[in-house]
């Protein structure tokens, strides 16, 4: 009879699966419904945009940032940047002046008071009719505003979210986030066709300058009020969408503390955010984001932390084990792994759960890859995140659960200056 902890684990692992499941099947009722645009396309009408950049110390990042912007393939009459030095304290400010000669953008500076501040004064200097933001340490693909824009063609269209991608992964652990990036534009195309999309990232997300009149500014929502904007909208019945094939390229954590800080924020704004609007939860007017997407993101973090403990159980009754046989026959090579027990890293229950979701996730990341124009075969960088992510994940997970219980935030400001090399 298995127990209670085994239990547990079989629930967790259950529903991961069902979560998997039901993308796939998603994913094939409505794949003909993916636009992947490869040419340059014409719009009949193009409406004003504003994108704001808030900026702290991005001095490494940003000029090519504002180049890419420049070089969008968009009427110059149609579309105006606000550069927004956010306090910072290297060389930022010197990029945005030499920026403001320019007559699309428009430069100013203020006091450190965090991302969604500067966001806010951009978007309080604009009266375009879409409104976006760009990291300072990201780069957008020349037809991505023109593409997204077409989506807008649907009034009830309020918002439409990009799809990230690593800019030029140079390690293993970059490598390991491009197919994590990729997995993203798989899930959140599904997330859309679900109308359940639970974030609209910073990296490029557009939206009706409605949304703000009506809904208000951006919050600061526990450093993460790209999660929070969007939790609003659901609220308030408004419509995100996923562009596909809007490619914005982002300049991803370089290194084990940088990722770390990243992912703690972001899981901690998950939860916090999740605890802030928990009147979504399994109401039927909010649809698939109140049943499915912030469900199966708890189910996902608990599930993750779940197997996580049972690997470590089963990677500890091994060594147990193999201690027992050296006391007892002393360690002679060959012996040893003749008559070591492998149990629990070959045909165990526990084991066959594992290769059904980790066959799910590398499916995922392949439909990803080739939704991005990649291919649709797994390649080396699917090992890299299964590496990284098994390991790494749960030492987040558990920290943000920690910190969320004791309101422990996670700083914005201090995630910009470490960890990014371009």
Not at 74 to 82: A, D, E, Q, R, V
Not at 204 to 211: A, D, E, G, H, T
Not at 231 to 244: A, N, S, V
């Amino acid at each position: 009879m298995p127990s209670i902890t085994e239990l547990i684990i079989y629930i967790f692992s259950f529903l991961a699966l069902y979560i998997q499941v039901f993308l796939l099947v998603t994913f094939l009722e409505r794949r003909k419904d993916i636009i992947i645009r490869k040419k340059p396309i014409t719009l009949s009408r193009y409406p004003s945009v504003t994108v704001v950049v808030p900026c702290y110390n991005e001095e490494n990042t940003l000029y090519k940032t504002v180049r890419s912007l420049l070089a969008l393939d968009y009427p110059k009459s149609k579309l105006k940047i606000i550069l927004v030095d956010d306090g910072s304290t290297d060389g930022t400010w010197s990029i945005i002046r030499r920026f403001m000669k320019h007559a699309q953008i428009e430069g100013v500076q203020k006091e450190n008071g965090g991302k969604h501040t500067a966001m806010n004064l951009g978007i309080t200097m604009s009266s375009s009719e879409l409104i976006g933001g760009l990291d300072a340490d990201s780069f957008v693909h020349p037809e991505a505003l023109k593409r997204i824009a077409t989506y807008f063609d649907n009034p009830e269209t309020m918002a439409v979210a990009p799809s990230i991608l690593v800019h030029e992964p140079k390690n293993m652990l970059q490598w390991a986030q491009k197919a994590e990036y990729d997995m993203a534009i798989y899930t959140k195309k599904m997330l859309g066709f679900l109308k359940a999309i639970h974030v609209t990232p910073g990296p490029f997300s557009i939206f009706r300058k409605k949304v703000f009149d009506d809904l208000g500014l951006y919050r600061k929502a526990h450093n993460t009020e790209d999660q929070e904007i969007a939790l609003r909208m659901h609220k308030h019945g408004y419509q995100i969408e996923h562009c596909p094939d809007a490619y914005v390229y982002t300049v991803s954590p370089f290194n084990v503390p940088a990722l770390y800080k990243q992912r703690l924020r972001w899981t901690y704004g998950f939860i916090k955010n999740g605890a802030d609007y928990r009147e979504l939860l399994f109401r039927k007017k909010y649809g698939n984001l109140a049943f499915f997407t912030l469900p199966s993101g708890a189910i996902s973090l608990l599930s993750v932390t779940a197997l996580a403990v049972l690997l470590l159980e089963s990677l500890f009754v091994f060594v147990k084990h193999a201690v027992i046989q050296i006391q007892a026959v002393g360690f002679h090579m060959p012996q040893f792994f003749a008559h070591t027990n492998w149990f629990y890293f070959t045909l165990s229950t526990n084991m066959i759960i594992f290769a059904l979701l980790y066959s799910f996730v590398i499916l995922s990341l392949s439909i990803g890859s080739s939704m991005r124009g990649g291919k649709l075969m797994p390649s080396i960088e699917v090992v890299y995140f299964i590496f990284v992510y098994t390991f790494l994940s749960p030492v987040w997970f558990i920290k943000a659960m920690y910190n969320a219980t004791l309101s422990k935030e996670s700083s914005w400001t201090n995630e910009r200056q470490m960890g990014r090399v371009l």
